[in-house]
C-alpha cells in the first residue's frame, strides 16, 4: 500500500465510512469549501462556484492520493474528509489534514476518522510519524491533535502550530 494508491482503501468505524472521494460529492465539496466557520482556519480561497468543487473533486481523482469523504455508516453523504499528504522523500512521515461540516463537529466524529487513518498510516503505510498543522486559535483542532497524542512542536510566526505524532515501536 503507497501513498499514491487509486482507489484508497474503504475505512470503517463504529459510526463512520471512510470511502473514496466522488464525482457525486460536488455539493458537499461546495459546501465545506464556502463555510466561513470551515475555511477560517484554512489557507485557500473559498470556492466560488459548484464547478471550483467539481475541478477539485477531479484533481483529487487523477492524483490519485489517500483523500477519503467521511461519511455516516449506513448514509453516503460526504461530511467532511481527511487525508493523507506530503509524502516526506524517504518515505516515513506524510502530513494529515481535515476538514468537517460545523453541523458534526464536537461529536467525536472526527477523533474516530482520524484513528482510522492513523492506524492505516503506522500499521499498512509503515510511516514513522505524522505531522499535522493547524492555526493557533482554533482551538478545536489544537484539542483534538492533543487527544490523538500529537505532541506540538513549533509556532511558526504566521501563527501555524505543528504537531506530530511518531510511530510506537
Same mark, same amino acid.
Given at each position: 500500500?503507497?501513498?499514491?494508491?487509486?482507489?484508497?482503501?474503504?475505512?470503517? /468505524?463504529? *459510526?463512520? =465510512?471512510l470511502?473514496?472521494?466522488?464525482h457525486? @460529492?460536488?455539493?458537499?465539496?461546495?459546501a465545506?469549501? =464556502?463555510?466561513?466557520?470551515?475555511?477560517?482556519?484554512?489557507? *485557500?480561497?473559498?470556492?466560488?462556484? &459548484?464547478?471550483?468543487?467539481?475541478?477539485?473533486?477531479? &484533481? &483529487?481523482?487523477?492524483?490519485q492520493s489517500l483523500?477519503?469523504?467521511?461519511? +455516516? =455508516?449506513?448514509?453516503? /453523504?460526504l461530511?467532511?474528509?481527511?487525508c493523507?499528504? @506530503?509524502l516526506?522523500d524517504?518515505?516515513?512521515?506524510?502530513?494529515?489534514?481535515?476538514e468537517?461540516?460545523?453541523?458534526?463537529?464536537?461529536?467525536?466524529?472526527?477523533?474516530? !476518522?482520524?484513528?482510522?487513518?492513523i @492506524? +492505516? !498510516?503506522?500499521?499498512?503505510?509503515?510511516l514513522?510519524?505524522?505531522?499535522?498543522? /493547524?492555526?493557533?486559535?482554533?482551538?478545536?483542532?489544537?484539542?483534538?491533535?492533543?487527544?490523538?497524542?500529537f505532541?506540538?512542536?513549533?509556532?511558526?510566526? @504566521?501563527?501555524?502550530?505543528?504537531? &506530530?505524532?511518531?510511530?510506537? *515501536?
Amino acid at each position: 500500500m503507497s501513498l499514491n494508491q487509486a482507489p484508497p482503501p474503504t475505512l470503517r /468505524t463504529e *459510526r463512520l =465510512t471512510l470511502r473514496q472521494l466522488l464525482h457525486s @460529492d460536488d455539493n458537499e465539496i461546495f459546501a465545506l469549501r =464556502t463555510n466561513e466557520e470551515v475555511n477560517r482556519y484554512l489557507d *485557500r480561497a473559498p470556492s466560488q462556484s &459548484i464547478g471550483d468543487a467539481q475541478k477539485f473533486i477531479q &484533481i &483529487i481523482l487523477q492524483n490519485q492520493s489517500l483523500y477519503w469523504a467521511i461519511t +455516516l =455508516t449506513g448514509n453516503n /453523504t460526504l461530511i467532511g474528509t481527511v487525508c493523507l499528504f @506530503d509524502l516526506s522523500d524517504n518515505l516515513q512521515q506524510a502530513e494529515i489534514g481535515y476538514e468537517l461540516l460545523p453541523e458534526f463537529q464536537s461529536k467525536g466524529i472526527m477523533q474516530e !476518522a482520524l484513528r482510522a487513518v492513523i @492506524d +492505516l !498510516a503506522f500499521q499498512h503505510l509503515r510511516l514513522n510519524s505524522l505531522t499535522a498543522c /493547524t492555526q493557533g486559535e482554533n482551538k478545536a483542532s489544537l484539542r483534538l491533535l492533543e487527544k490523538l497524542n500529537f505532541a506540538k512542536q513549533q509556532m511558526q510566526e @504566521d501563527n501555524l502550530v505543528t504537531y &506530530i505524532l511518531n510511530r510506537k *515501536r
